[in-house]
């Protein structure tokens, strides 16, 4: 499967079952959209009656471009076969039941009342609670019991707001480090929040503690106050920019995001993304509203191609920004395209209800954070584990080929088939697609492969 594009300046054609990329002139561009479906001499034929103008396309030079074509195509690193269909429902089996990863809800209540919450203001469609200690440290013990052989594991404290219930969150993290040694393990905590219960203790324990910080700001004061706003109505812009700032000058500048979403009110993100980037954020993520088609927030066709037009806007400005000397990382456009994720997880994904799991205050597990609060999806709980092992396999079943549409996506080694919780949420089936963040992320494919492209054919922008 060969995909062809051009943008910032290439000529791009990744085949997709083998992971290579190809940086060719427009002739070969044309050559190769030609190849599979032509005899050469039709395809040298179209060529040079396309490029006529041209002195330098000549028979030869078409004869040399369709041999360079057919030894890529030999060295299966074109038109290359797909041979991972076989394995796919293999690779979670093969993990057994282990446990890697769990995302902590500290919290199910929150000091915001943002209109698009997909949480319900913190409480996730039932009451607002507080996990205590206790179910917290039981949580902790079921992620070492069922992590197997697995030496690194991974908690996320969330919400809600986490910070409204810090005390446990530390005291948790304490808990865990008196466990590592013992087990032979290690934790990696992160923490997400929306600033505004940040403090000094705050700030002095998670430079020290989480591995990471996700801090949730829209951009724009404008954009950001417009939706997300205290109980009073009152945004939050002023209050958290300033704690936020604090944060990360203490934090060196790393590990942390700034973590935004777009709605319909602002399918032109760029602006909000380079306006955090002028205060001083380098770190950043703008994620697309996921929400009801009626919900007055959700993008509209219309937006859509816009906001693919303001990937390709965000592609050339960071190109512009690195030659600069002043570089800013975008979540979505961070694609390592020689030691990336292994086959594994090309394949089989986020791990959500196999390998990673939420718990909820009470200690309930579910798939993810996304379906947390939807009695249906409940997996079991941290002291019986999982109760619905049906439910697990159903998850366990989801990969880049459980779902006829990725049959012939280019995309689907790079999302592994998408969002469970979002093709849920869009379609009531966890092995559907959200078409409009299938298409999204597609265009952020592309322009993180053009921009990688880019920086590595430009010196100037190594500078």
Not at 378 to 386: A, C, E, F, H
Not at 427 to 450: D, H, M, N, P
Request: one cysteine or more; glycine letters at 8%.
């Amino acid at each position: 499967m060969v995909h062809q594009y051009q943008l910032l300046g290439y000529s791009i054609v990744l085949d997709a079952c083998s992971g290579s990329i190809h940086v060719v002139d427009p002739v070969a561009y044309d050559v190769i959209a030609m190849y599979e479906n032509h005899t050469p001499e039709q395809i040298i034929a179209a060529m040079l009656e396309k490029y006529k103008d041209r002195p330098d396309v000549t028979r030869q030079e078409l004869l040399q471009c369709l041999e360079d074509v057919a030894r890529l195509k030999a060295e299966g690193k074109l038109f290359s076969a797909d041979t991972f269909a076989d394995m796919a429902g293999t690779f979670k089996a093969r993990s057994g039941d282990v446990v890697k990863a769990l995302c902590l809800h500290v919290a199910h209540t929150c000091n915001l009342n943002c209109a698009y919450c997909f949480a319900s203001q913190g409480k996730y469609h039932g009451d607002r609670a507080l996990m205590s200690f206790e179910v917290g440290k039981r949580a902790l013990d079921f992620l070492i019991e069922h992590s197997g052989h697995r030496t690194n594991l991974e908690v996320d404290f969330f919400g809600g707001e986490p910070l409204m219930n810090w005390q446990v969150v530390k005291d948790l993290v304490a808990y865990a480090r008196t466990q590592e040694a013992a087990n032979h393990k290690k934790f990696r905590f992160t923490l997400t929040t929306n600033g505004m219960c940040i403090d000094d203790d705050v700030i002095d324990f998670a430079n020290r503690e989480m591995s990471n910080v996700v801090l949730s700001l829209d951009g724009r004061r404008e954009i950001h106050d417009r939706l997300r706003v205290d109980y009073a109505g009152k945004g939050s812009y002023d209050r958290i920019v300033p704690k936020f700032q604090k944060l990360v000058a203490a934090r060196g500048g790393k590990n942390y995001y700034m973590r935004g979403t777009f709605t319909h009110a602002n399918p032109d993100f760029t602006k909000d993304v380079f306006h955090m980037a002028d205060l001083g954020f380098t770190e950043l993520s703008m994620e697309p509203v996921v929400c009801a088609p009626d919900d007055p927030a959700a993008l509209t066709t219309e937006d859509l191609e816009v906001v693919k037009q303001q990937y390709e806007l965000l592609a050339q400005d960071m190109l512009r920004r690195q030659k600069e000397g002043h570089p800013i990382t975008f979540y979505h456009y961070m694609l390592d395209l020689t030691d990336g994720p292994c086959i594994y997880k090309r394949i089989s994904g986020c791990g959500s209800g196999t390998e990673y799991m939420a718990v909820t205050p009470w200690g309930d597990l579910y798939p993810c954070h996304q379906f947390v609060g939807e009695e249906a999806w409940k997996l079991g709980n941290i002291w019986d584990g999982v109760t619905n092992p049906a439910l697990r396999e159903q998850f366990r079943s989801c990969n880049a080929y459980a779902r006829r549409e990725c049959a012939d996506c280019w995309a689907k080694f790079y999302c592994s088939g998408g969002c469970a919780a979002n093709a849920y949420h869009a379609t009531g089936s966890i092995q559907g697609v959200y078409a409009a963040g299938c298409e999204l992320f597609r265009k952020r494919i592309e322009c993180a492969i053009a921009l990688q492209v880019a920086q590595r054919m430009d010196p100037e922008a190594h500078s």
